[in-house]
């Protein structure tokens, strides 16, 4: 029998309106705890707090706020005297910024550490500065001081592992998954027939979505710029924006007067679904994602997806459930037509299909095995993971 294992996931950035780093990170809680172990949650907030819930105990702690939406723990040791209490017996960090410290924790004390990769710092740091001038010196240096207090590092793409090549980093391979449950085509309510006539002419708008934060690192500025475009050529569309975020309204500055619709945030996962559902296809077009969870809760809809030619989302999106284009206005508006010449039954099953291919279960298997193996060696990196492990798990 497996033994029963103590887990404490770690993260900052972690809010209200959180997206997919959220949604990963209890979901796999969620796996832990019904596979029998015991999981804690560590996470930023206004006030120090302890909620038990069914999947374990949630405990925030107090930490500024960087945005209305965002905050991020400036005192690590605050949240090290979390873990002395709960004593787990291995950690996950998804922070590579105030909570690496606890990597040195865990080694202190004989535990393993794995550090979640849920972002490629070089190219988001290289969009948010709108230049490469010093960020690869900067990032390589980090990554190669984190690959080395970390006993794994977790990739969930082969993009995202491309980040640490050459730190000497022992790559744990887990790709995500989705509810399939929740996220699925029936919940379309809205049918307005066709898009294209026998004849190819239009028989309506085709509607266009972007479920996401919208915050420039998650490039929402390059599917309104497609929509601009695409009206600008004539082409009758709606892009539906779903999501909060400082850029909002340069956002609409940018729509001008194209046919784009600003929803704001949307509560509920099943109302998530349901916005997927109704589109004839969504926008993941961000060339830094190093996944894009959003790219399998359409497809789980049965909606195909338009993103960039590199990244993690376009690991996702393969000839059946997709187009892909260079990351600028022109190549998604070129993508999408493509798209949409396509569109169809037979494209909604594909989708599906696609998205049928990931499951949570098989995420919470590879990150327990992973979590075993950190318990049952300890923690002291290239120790016994890094002679008997395999780097991709």
Not at 47 to 64: C, F, K, M, N, Y
Not at 154 to 166: D, G, K, L, M
Not at 167 to 180: E, F, I, M, R, S
Not at 318 to 347: C, K, M, N, Q, Y
Request: charge should be neutral; include cysteine.
């Amino acid at each position: 029998m497996p033994p029963r294992l103590r887990i404490a996931q770690l993260a900052n950035f972690v809010g209200p309106v959180s997206g997919g780093m959220r949604v990963a990170i209890d979901a796999l809680g969620k796996g832990y705890v019904e596979a029998g172990h015991e999981r804690i949650l560590v996470i930023p907030g206004k006030e120090d707090s302890v909620t038990e819930t069914e999947l374990g105990q949630v405990i925030t702690v107090r930490a500024p706020r960087l945005h209305k939406d965002y905050r991020m723990i400036a005192t690590p040791w605050r949240a090290l005297d979390v873990l002395d209490r709960f004593q787990p017996t291995s950690i996950e960090v998804s922070d590579k910024w105030t909570l690496s410290p606890a990597a040195r924790w865990a080694h202190r004390r004989g535990l393993g550490a794995a550090l979640f990769s849920h972002e490629r710092l070089d190219d988001m740091l290289s969009m948010w500065f709108r230049s490469q001038f010093g960020v690869e010196a900067a990032v390589g240096a980090l990554n190669r001081r984190l690959s080395k207090e970390f006993d794994a590092v977790v990739v969930t793409s082969r993009y995202a592992a491309e980040e640490f090549a050459h730190t000497g980093a022992k790559l744990w391979y887990v790709p995500l998954g989705v509810d399939l449950e929740n996220f699925r085509p029936d919940r379309r309510d809205v049918e307005n027939g066709p898009v294209l006539g026998p004849d190819g002419s239009f028989q309506r708008p085709v509607q266009l979505c972007y479920v996401g934060r919208m915050s420039h690192e998650k490039s929402p500025q390059l599917g309104v710029a497609a929509a601009v475009e695409l009206h600008r050529r004539g082409v009758p569309i709606e892009l539906n924006m779903y999501g909060t975020g400082p850029d909002t309204e340069p956002l609409r500055e940018l729509a001008g007067d194209a046919p784009v619709v600003f929803h704001g945030f949307v509560k509920g996962r099943e109302e998530v679904a349901r916005r997927f559902a109704n589109s004839d296809i969504s926008y993941s077009v961000c060339p830094a994602e190093t996944f894009g969870l959003a790219v399998l809760e359409a497809l789980a809809c049965g909606t195909p997806v338009v993103t960039s030619n590199r990244g993690g989302a376009h690991e996702l999106v393969d000839p059946t459930s997709g187009e892909f284009g260079p990351p600028h206005a022109s190549g998604i508006a070129d993508a999408t037509e493509r798209l949409i010449a396509r569109l169809g039954p037979e494209l909604r099953v594909a989708s599906r299909a696609r998205a049928e291919q990931y499951s949570w279960a098989n995420s919470v298997d590879k990150m327990l095995e992973l979590h075993t193996r950190l318990a049952e060696e300890g923690g002291s990196p290239r120790r016994r993971f890094a002679r008997n492990g395999r780097g991709k798990g």
